[in-house]
């Protein structure tokens, strides 16, 4: 290793995901002499081992499922078959374009880029460290976005065939079983994903129902294409041990006060993330995390030391990627000097599942807990044109309204492309909209993107498309 070298910058960025890297660019567009470090590749977890390769994958288990499943629209495939290592190959095409975009980004915008692990010296220095050398940065602002790991447990140690869900997207065959402890989002997308390429799955969740949180009526949808698609789920279910014996897992489990076992080829464990705030010396400069790791911040995301903030998966709220880069931008402005705080009432979140459930704002249930006098409206997908040309009409989509004024402050979908749609949901919220303002403008015919006009129609008392 090189003798300890020495350098200046005047942001420092410490993680290269979605947060670190936006909040690079958006600092350099300020002026901001920029220093970006990160331990292994650019574009964080989301774009390696997250978000980009699971929507990959489960692009091509929905296309290969589809294509044994066209009998509606009169076509029979009398063969379809895969070649899972040119699916594996497509997904790092997808990684390596995303990427590399990333690097000609940052170096478009003259950010310095450092390939390390860093670790605070002080509230202006850091230390960072690589195979090839040692080197100090001193700064004047930091951003820290080390992102999150997956969660290991002692009975679920992780293995060659215990694996957490970066292994689960990199595996080389399809497995002909899997085993998921956790019905979250990161569980329930990966069961789909091997479902429709064939894997017999089972998904044990220890709470009540799968993806805590989400409304019953829209994981009810979801749970019956589950139990089309042969994934078993056990819920109030709690893992006891799990082991490698041979090729296969076993896994104990204790559900309704009997204990079960089953055996898989592969066990995954997706069971939440835990923030990587632990080995970079946060506590030696003075920098306040809970009893969780998470780092405590103010509007701005600045922590308790002035001069540095943190944001994404290390501080309180959702684990989103759009979240870290939302915050990103808000850390590198209040650095400028500019006055700008976040402002959380607006985080869409989605779940690849089939179909798709997308939720942004509050639930009328949720705006009642806060005292707001609500009121939820419903379409559902079935009474919609391009639905049924799709041939994709399960689900609805809902809006919740302030009962005085009509104003949006909530929207749920569960159906085809609610991951695109809940962009319009969203807007409406964060613009202050009403249910008119959406029932009257005009949605192009036949697009899914009606139904939003059409439920909005439904909270004015006036549908057209179905029967009040």
């Not at 970006?36 to 980009?52: A, R, S, T, Y």
């Not at 679920?156 to 079983?177: E, Q, V, Y």
Request: hydrophobic share 40%; with cysteine; net charge neutral.
């Amino acid at each position: 290793m090189n003798a300890n070298e020495l350098h200046s910058t005047e942001t420092i960025v410490i993680g290269a995901g979605p947060g670190g890297y936006v909040a690079a660019i958006r600092a350099a567009q300020l002026g901001q002499k920029v220093t970006i470090v990160e331990k292994e590749n650019l574009g964080g977890v989301c774009l390696n081992v997250g978000c980009i390769p699971s929507k990959a994958l489960i692009t091509a288990g929905h296309h290969f499922h589809q294509a044994q499943n066209l009998g509606p629209f009169g076509i029979w495939v009398h063969k379809v078959d895969f070649d899972f290592s040119k699916v594996q190959a497509f997904k790092e095409g997808v990684v390596k374009k995303l990427t590399g975009g990333v690097e000609a980004l940052l170096k478009g915008n003259n950010v310095e880029i450092v390939k390390g692990t860093a670790t605070f010296v002080d509230t202006n220095k850091v230390k960072i460290s690589s195979k090839e050398k040692e080197e100090t940065i001193s700064f004047k602002h930091a951003i820290i976005s080390t992102g999150s790991r997956p969660v290991e447990l002692p009975t679920m140690k992780f293995s060659n065939r215990i694996i957490d869900s970066t292994g689960a997207l990199n595996l080389k065959d399809i497995p002909k079983s899997l085993v998921i402890v956790g019905g979250g989002v990161i569980g329930i997308e990966l069961a789909f994903v091997y479902a429709n390429f064939g894997s017999k799955v089972k998904i044990i969740e220890g709470q009540d129902d799968l993806l805590n949180g989400i409304d019953s009526k829209m994981t009810s949808i979801v749970k019956r294409n589950m139990k089309k698609k042969g994934i078993e789920l056990f819920t109030k279910a709690f893992v006891k041990e799990a082991k490698e014996i041979g090729n296969e897992v076993e896994v104990m489990f204790e559900i309704n006060g009997e204990e079960k076992t089953l055996q898989a080829d592969y066990l995954l464990v997706s069971i939440g993330r835990k923030p990587n705030t632990d080995q970079i010396g946060l506590k030696e400069v003075g920098i306040e995390i809970d009893s969780k790791g998470i780092i405590k911040t103010d509007k701005q995301c600045r922590t308790s030391v002035h001069n540095i903030f943190a944001i994404g998966d290390i501080i309180a709220g959702p684990q989103l990627a759009h979240k870290a880069s939302y915050e990103a931008k808000v850390a590198a402005e209040a650095i400028a000097g500019e006055k700008t705080v976040v402002d959380y009432t607006c985080i869409p979140a989605v779940v690849f599942s089939e179909p798709e459930i997308a939720v942004v704002g509050l639930t009328e249930k949720s705006a009642k807990e806060k005292g707001i006098k609500a009121k939820s409206s419903k379409f559902p997908f079935s009474a919609n044109g391009r639905a049924m040309a799709l041939n994709q009409t399960e689900g609805f989509v809902q809006l919740v309204t302030r009962e005085d004024n009509g104003v949006m402050i909530g929207g749920q979908i569960v159906g085809p492309s609610a991951s695109d749609m809940i962009a319009e949901l969203s807007l409406a919220i964060e613009a202050g909209l009403t249910a008119e303002d959406l029932a009257l403008t005009i949605h192009a015919h036949p697009t899914l993107g009606e139904i939003v006009m059409e439920t909005a129609e439904v909270e004015l008392g006036n549908p057209i498309h179905i029967v009040k």
